[in-house]
């Protein structure tokens, strides 16, 4: 049994995950309505073999699909959804929307959920070809942008047999996520006032507009008073209309309350909460909190981390061609000078034992070849509902740097270089990475019961409790 034959197999299939992520490019959507991202997983995964449940912890597109039996357990992590208005001209050199105000995947899915059924798949063949015990199942997961379909499955049980957990995710670099994320509390808060005319009868209105307004100022001054490591943003879904001479009888908000831990978002919450009803309170208006949805910190796993980032190494190079920097370089091209001289510091921080020289080449290089250290360190950033799974079992991830380096995550670079060689080039490396460490897990026993009792004491005797209300359903 070797590695390098895990790796044949999954290259032999390569063609059907590049067409599939193309597919799913083609056809973007957002949170859970996700049927026709969700169709290329399930035929690939019948003519595979798996076994397939659908429409789970009720959502339509989520599924779980199941090869094997018996222990150990291994979950693989996909996603596919997209993002609202950034729908771009794929290979474009500049922001070019495909469809205006149309979906675009600017944070590579297309490529996660298919890099992820690849591992599944490379690992299913390489035991079926050895005789090797144990289960693989795959993760259909929807909204992991905005609604965190993850959260609403691990509330409904969907990880609680689950050994160990893998999950990557395309990036601008190459590297193990070694540190937390932000949980988060998604929250819409509604006002209803009373209409009027501005200028004849004002004193019979009652604005909604003035509330949501009121709630912010609120909130602003809020910020002095929260830990700051917490983060608080929102957009207004609803102004009242465009009329200037009309009290505005409706007015919306949707809020992002963030912090390192899960208590900590509640805190908050329950203040902005008290912020909000005064506003409504102020100007006679009425007050609709609806809470949307919740995800946790994550919590990445030293054990299992470690694992798969010797894999990372050893098998995670994408082999990039000469070709292949020439066509990221228009996306290069379209940084600010801060941000390219930002990249020369990164190369030469991964690696202080380089010279000033090669750190600028590896700075400029439009697609990243360094692995970044494996440094696990208290910092967060961001919100992933890959956290909530992360508490429920062992998890561990990686980065692939199959997007333009510099390039952030959610801009239009990322939707243009989504059907690129590069692209697919990461959605396989991906799956190597993956399935190379499945097959550790699952022939060293003791990773896995070393990778539990890290779990249980980076816990300290807490449990996992969904943060997201037993009422509240996906939407």
């Known amino acids: 049994m070797t590695k390098e034959r895990l790796v044949e197999l999954i290259e032999e299939k390569q063609t059907q995950y590049f067409d599939a992520a193309d597919q799913i490019w083609e056809t973007p959507e957002t949170r859970f309505a996700l049927n026709k991202s969700v169709q290329p997983f399930y035929t690939i995964l019948e003519k595979e073999g798996f076994s397939v449940e659908k429409g789970l912890a009720n959502m339509d597109d989520c599924f779980v699909a199941t090869y094997g039996e018996g222990k150990p ?11 609202s208005g950034l729908s771009q001209v794929a290979d474009a050199s500049s922001q070019e929307a495909l469809v205006k105000g149309a979906n675009g995947h600017a944070c590579g899915h297309n490529l996660l959920g298919m890099g992820a059924l690849a591992g599944a798949v490379g690992i299913k063949d390489y035991m079926e070809e050895n005789n090797i015990a144990g289960t693989i199942k795959l993760f259909g997961c929807p909204a992991e942008e905005s609604g965190y379909g993850k959260a609403f499955m691990a509330r409904e049980g969907l990880f609680d047999d689950v050994d160990v957990s893998l999950a990557w995710h395309p990036w601008d670099i190459n590297g193990s996520w070694t540190i937390s994320s932000l949980a988060v509390y998604q929250v819409y808060y509604r006002f209803k006032g009373v209409s009027a005319h501005a200028a004849a009868a004002p004193e019979l209105g009652r604005s909604a ?6 709630m912010n100022v609120g909130v602003q001054f809020l910020r002095e008073h929260m830990i700051d490591e917490a983060r608080v943003h929102y957009a207004f879904t609803d102004v009242g209309g465009e009329s200037a001479n009309v009290v505005q009888p409706s007015a919306s908000l949707y809020y992002f309350i963030r912090a390192p831990k899960i208590e900590q978002v509640d805190e908050i919450y329950k203040r902005v909460n008290r912020i909000a009803e005064g506003a409504a309170h102020m100007t006679e ?3 609709e909190i609806d809470f949307d949805s919740a995800c946790y910190n994550y919590l990445p796993n030293h054990a299992i981390s470690e694992v798969m ?9 994408m082999g990039l061609t000469t070709a292949d920097q020439e066509y990221a370089q228009r996306y290069y091209d379209s940084l600010p000078n801060t941000t390219k001289e930002f990249l020369v510091e990164r190369a030469k921080s991964n690696d202080t034992t380089i010279s000033d020289e090669e750190a600028k080449r590896l700075g400029s290089l439009p697609i990243s070849e360094q692995v970044q250290p494996l440094v696990f360190s208290d910092a967060t950033a ?3 509902d890959v956290g909530d799974v992360s508490w429920v079992c062992p998890t561990a991830q990686v980065f ?8 952030p995550a959610h801009s239009w670079q990322w939707t243009a270089n989504g059907k690129s060689d590069v692209a697919h080039k990461g959605l396989l490396s991906a799956g190597k990475v993956i399935a190379t460490t499945a097959l550790d897990l ?3 026993p003791e990773l896995i019961e070393k990778a539990k009792q890290e779990h249980k004491e980076t816990l300290h005797g807490k449990q996992y409790q969904s943060a997201i209300p037993v009422d509240v359903l996906p939407r």
Request: glycine letters at 12%; a negative charge.
């Open 73 to 83: 357990v291994i979950g693989i992590l996909a996603e596919y959804d997209a993002l």
């Open 209 to 214: 507009l003035d509330a949501a307004e009121i």
């Open 285 to 287: 208006t009425e007050l």
């Open 309 to 317: 980032h010797a894999n990372l190494l050893s098998y995670g190079d």
């Open 382 to 384: 961001g919100s992933t």
């Open 400 to 407: 692939i740097g199959c997007e333009p380096q510099g390039t």
């Open 442 to 444: 699952l022939t060293h």
